[in-house]
């Protein structure tokens, strides 16, 4: 069984530092993954359409659509689930770390 973590938190508060520490330390059977930039892990599935999300949320960003970025945000969260499956099924990992996660994340930015 895969235990699963996500690590999260607002933008520059050391997600990325904290994971590549964990993989430093980490026994056999630690993977980690990226989300929603699925296309930033290596080895992900759909990192085409992982980049293609991202121009297009940039793109949201740009025009200041609150409703298209909500669109954006959750296309790109709909590879979470067939990415992780595909590391679990792939890697069967012990733990698999998460940085960011679609749900949770959602809570570091609420009111």
Known sequence: MTRRIAV???DGCGK???IARLRELAPPGFES???PGFHD????PLQHLSRQMKAFSDGCDEIGSLEMKALAMYFQMTLYGPVEQFFVDTYAPSVL???RHPLVEVLVYGP
């Open 8 to 10: 999260v938190g607002i």
């Open 41 to 44: 892990t290596n080895n992900a």
């Open 33 to 35: 993954m990226t989300c």
């Open 16 to 18: 990325s530092s904290v």
């Open 97 to 99: 770390v998460c940085e």
